[in-house]
């Protein structure tokens, strides 16, 4: 097994019913952007009734039928914010307590050392977060929480650091398939091929995500030099 292999991120998605939400986060090929996509999957209908909304900088889920909300806790946060120089992409509303801390002088680290997975037993769904630091030169990290143990019991916190590769990304998702109860992402993030162009690489992600299950995805890429963001937002509802 080749440790240092690269995929491209459809063969990885394409064949996979449910990978639930997915964060990549790295540098263009080019080595002239920072690059990053959060997307969303859904397999109830509490879950898929949401679009990705842009605010700024900012993404936000809303219900598309707000008629049809169930439960509004676990399904509409912020999962896309910027906070001084980084910007923070997670699945939840620790997106917001991410912020708050790097505000008060802490660290991504320290917030989430505050958090925990997601109260949905028996899925226990992880909690998965990606900082993008732009303060000096241009580094990222990756988070996941997840449960210890099939009761939910304790929580364990893995944080993985990266030194930016042009042309290499990081792919972290919730779950590994679909399942009852869904099997958990385990291992380290998944090093994905990161093209030059927004476009393909956008597209490239929404076209082999489950037709059945995909709801939104957002991509930003973000030119090192000047700072001007170029965004892509795909929403299943419309």
């Given at each position: 097994?080749?440790?240092?292999q690269i995929?491209?991120?459809?063969?990885?998605?394409?064949?996979?019913?449910?990978?639930?939400?997915?964060?990549?986060?790295?540098?263009?090929?080019d080595g002239?952007?920072?690059?990053?996509?959060?997307?969303?999957?859904?397999?109830?209908?509490?879950?898929?009734?949401?679009?990705?909304?842009?605010?700024?900088?900012?993404?936000?889920?809303?219900?598309?039928?707000?008629?049809?909300?169930?439960?509004?806790?676990?399904?509409?946060?912020?999962?896309?914010?910027?906070?001084?120089?980084?910007?923070?992409?997670?699945?939840?509303?620790?997106?917001?307590?991410?912020?708050?801390?790097?505000?008060?002088?802490?660290?991504?680290?320290?917030?989430?050392?505050?958090?925990?997975?997601?109260?949905?037993?028996?899925?226990?769904?992880?909690?998965?977060?990606?900082?993008?630091?732009?303060?000096?030169?241009?580094?990222?990290?990756?988070?996941?929480?997840?449960?210890?143990?099939?009761?939910?019991?304790?929580?364990?916190?893995?944080?993985?650091?990266?030194?930016?590769?042009?042309?290499?990304?990081?792919?972290?998702?919730?779950?590994?398939?679909n399942g009852?109860?869904?099997?958990?992402?385990?291992?380290?993030?998944?090093?994905?091929?990161?093209?030059?162009?927004?476009?393909?690489?956008?597209?490239?992600?929404?076209?082999?995500?489950?037709?059945?299950?995909?709801?939104?995805?957002?991509?930003?890429?973000?030119?090192?030099?000047?700072?001007?963001?170029?965004?892509?937002?795909?929403?299943?509802?419309?």
């Amino acid at each position: 097994m080749n440790v240092y292999q690269i995929e491209n991120i459809k063969d990885l998605i394409k064949d996979n019913e449910y990978v639930g939400r997915g964060i990549v986060t790295g540098l263009s090929a080019d080595g002239k952007k920072a690059v990053f996509a959060y997307f969303i999957m859904g397999r109830s209908a509490n879950s898929r009734n949401r679009v990705f909304v842009e605010k700024g900088d900012e993404v936000v889920i809303y219900p598309f039928d707000a008629s049809k909300v169930e439960d509004p806790s676990l399904i509409i946060y912020s999962p896309v914010r910027k906070a001084g120089k980084s910007v923070v992409v997670t699945n939840g509303d620790q997106t917001d307590t991410v912020c708050e801390y790097l505000a008060a002088g802490k660290t991504f680290e320290e917030a989430l050392e505050t958090r925990c997975f997601e109260p949905d037993a028996p899925n226990f769904t992880p909690r998965i977060s990606a900082i993008l630091n732009f303060a000096d030169g241009f580094t990222y990290k990756q988070s996941i929480l997840k449960s210890g143990d099939e009761k939910g019991s304790v929580c364990n916190r893995y944080t993985f650091s990266y030194t930016p590769v042009a042309g290499l990304g990081h792919f972290i998702h919730t779950y590994n398939c679909n399942g009852n109860p869904i099997p958990t992402f385990t291992g380290e993030p998944e090093r994905v091929k990161i093209p030059d162009e927004i476009d393909v690489f956008a597209e490239e992600i929404w076209e082999n995500l489950n037709e059945e299950n995909k709801i939104s995805l957002y991509v930003r890429y973000i030119d090192l030099a000047t700072g001007k963001a170029e965004n892509r937002m795909f929403n299943k509802n419309k």
